[in-house]
């Protein structure tokens, strides 16, 4: 436990205290941090935003994490199954059931944890320690196409991409019901967000839909083709049915970065298995 008081020079926003006493943590390690609960103002936890007066004291659970701290530990019985390789990038075919990368320090059984164990020269690339150079993320539940870059600079360029719209993503889901093409621009979370989406065939009761994503909200997808009307099969937080997957049908099938190939990852067995079964 650490304990200080706060002067009347640090007066103010209680995440701009924490900072100014710890430089080198990010504002977004510092909004994980208090998010966990590290930090108390006069005995009741503190939130980020908490404006705190001369005198408060502050109580620290421990210093926030170094950089180095959140790098990924390195973990070599992860499962890593590598699309694509070249001196900017590696891309590989994330599982169902796997983390993209650890959120607190020591975690493994995570792509980034098996990245660094593989390709060392991914750890400490990007913005967040934690992601081992992973220019974009998958939920654990989703499968397919995840890039991670191999060098700073790569990251920059191939994040650029991702962002401003070079980069094109495409996705396969299983969704309930007969669907039909279609598209949804809602706000995620007060943020724009659109998906494109068309039916590949219908499967049984369900649907097979290529998606196509023009930004990247947390769960896009997922929360589009459940306002739609047709959840993610699998995909019980947002009303899908229950189908004995591990995660929901929901499948980066395909990336295309500028400058290079396409990359594609195959159908996992279990998600081709259950088309299978649906189609009889």
Same mark, same amino acid.
């Given at each position: ?41 006069? #005995? ?61 320090? #020591? ?18 690339? #990007? ?76 499967? #049984? ?76």
């Amino acid at each position: 436990m650490i304990r200080f008081v706060v002067t009347s020079d640090e007066a103010g926003r209680i995440d701009r205290i924490v900072q100014r006493r710890y430089p080198y943590a990010s504002r977004r390690t510092l909004a994980r941090y208090f998010a966990d609960g590290n930090v108390r103002v006069d #005995g009741a936890v503190a939130r980020k935003g908490t404006c705190v007066a001369a005198g408060a004291v502050i109580d620290l659970r421990a210093p926030p994490p170094a950089p180095d701290d959140l790098r990924p530990v390195a973990d070599g019985g992860a499962p890593l199954a590598v699309l694509y390789a070249d001196a900017d990038l590696v891309a590989v075919a994330k599982p169902a059931g796997m983390p993209s990368h650890p959120l607190a320090a #020591g975690e493994t059984g995570t792509v980034a944890n098996a990245l660094v164990a593989r390709f060392p020269d991914c750890a400490g690339v #990007g913005d967040d320690p934690r992601e081992a150079g992973l220019i974009h993320r998958l939920d654990t539940g989703t499968t397919g196409v995840l890039v991670a870059a191999r060098s700073a600079a790569a990251w920059r360029r191939l994040r650029a991409a991702m962002t401003d719209g070079r980069a094109r993503k495409h996705y396969l889901a299983l969704v309930a019901g007969a669907a039909r093409d279609g598209e949804a621009s809602s706000p995620i979370r007060g943020q724009p967000a659109h998906t494109a989406w068309s039916v590949v065939r219908r499967v #049984g009761e369900w649907t097979l839909l290529a998606c196509t994503p023009t930004t990247g909200r947390m769960h896009q997808i997922r929360i589009h083709l459940s306002r739609a009307g047709h959840p993610i099969v699998g995909d019980v937080r947002y009303g899908g049915p229950p189908a004995g997957l591990v995660g929901h049908f929901l499948h980066a099938a395909r990336l295309v970065l500028p400058g290079r190939p396409p990359i594609e990852a195959p159908m996992p067995c279990d998600r081709a298995a259950l088309l299978a079964a649906a189609d009889r």
